[in-house]
């Protein structure tokens, strides 16, 4: 079975500091992985994902993610944090299209920006 | 054009009522898929569609929840008798299966409903 942590809840950084949003997954193939942000009131959006390229993914919105397999993690950053990247950030596991797609969701982390 | 859409937005049930939430996929979109969002969690699979074939409903948590995609389009999720436990933001999502791309397809994601079950 797959699953993912996301460890820590609730991130605050001040505007302008970098976003580190951390993600392990468990996975028993080699498994897609992806970030996605909510907003309130609003559905998942996908920021970024890894499909077996290459390993440092860029995204929207300049988050980028690094798949590091030896360590069974999918951290997100971004450099600079702005005022609107305020929201819940979601990382998910699946194996693909095989296995119908279905993603595996961490708990979730929410960040709060502080200007 | 339109992306995934959801209705209610909001639907507030008493314990016991029967519900059905509708989900309106892209157009074109051959998979679809409904996840349980509870407060503060992550979303959870609950069932998936290719046309109208539910070919994993592994994910609901009881025979309660029921759901349909008759036509292969418009989607249906049922709840029946309500209980408390089923508030929770549900989501649906849709696909296109494009087997030119990698083994994966990206889902698009629909607003959601809250249901608040009293």
């Known amino acids: 079975a797959q699953s993912v942590t996301q460890l820590g809840s609730h991130v605050s950084v001040s505007e302008g500091a970098l976003v580190l949003l951390r993600c392990n997954y468990s996975?028993?193939?080699?498994?897609?992985l992806f970030w996605y942000v909510q907003y309130p009131n609003q559905g998942l959006q996908l920021l970024l994902k890894?499909?077996?390229?290459?390993?440092l993914v860029k995204g929207i919105n300049g988050f980028e993610a690094e798949f590091k397999k030896s360590e069974t993690s999918f951290h997100l950053t971004k450099p600079s944090a702005h005022m609107s990247d305020a929201a819940e950030y979601f990382c998910a596991v699946s194996k693909g299209r095989a296995a119908g797609n279905k993603l595996t969701f961490g708990g979730g982390t929410r960040v709060l920006v502080k200007p | 054009g339109a992306g995934v859409s959801q209705s209610p937005r909001y639907k507030v049930a008493k314990r016991g009522q029967d519900v059905a939430l509708r989900c309106d996929p892209i157009s074109g979109h051959v998979s679809l898929f409904w996840y349980q969002q509870a407060l503060g969690q992550g979303p959870e699979f609950l069932t998936y569609?290719?046309?109208?074939?539910?070919?994993?409903k592994s994910g609901l948590p009881s025979d309660r929840f029921f759901a349909e995609r008759p036509e292969g389009s418009v989607s249906t999720l049922k709840i029946q008798r309500t209980q408390q436990e089923d508030s929770a933001v549900y989501l649906c999502?849709?696909?296109?299966?494009?087997?030119?791309?990698?083994?994966?397809?990206?889902?698009?994601f629909g607003p959601g409903t809250r249901l608040t079950v009293l």
């Open positions: 996975s028993s193939v080699p498994p897609y």
């Open positions: 569609f290719q046309n109208e074939a539910q070919l994993d």
């Open positions: 999502a849709s696909s296109l299966v494009d087997r030119t791309a990698p083994s994966y397809n990206e889902q698009f």
């Open positions: 890894y499909t077996s390229a290459a390993t």
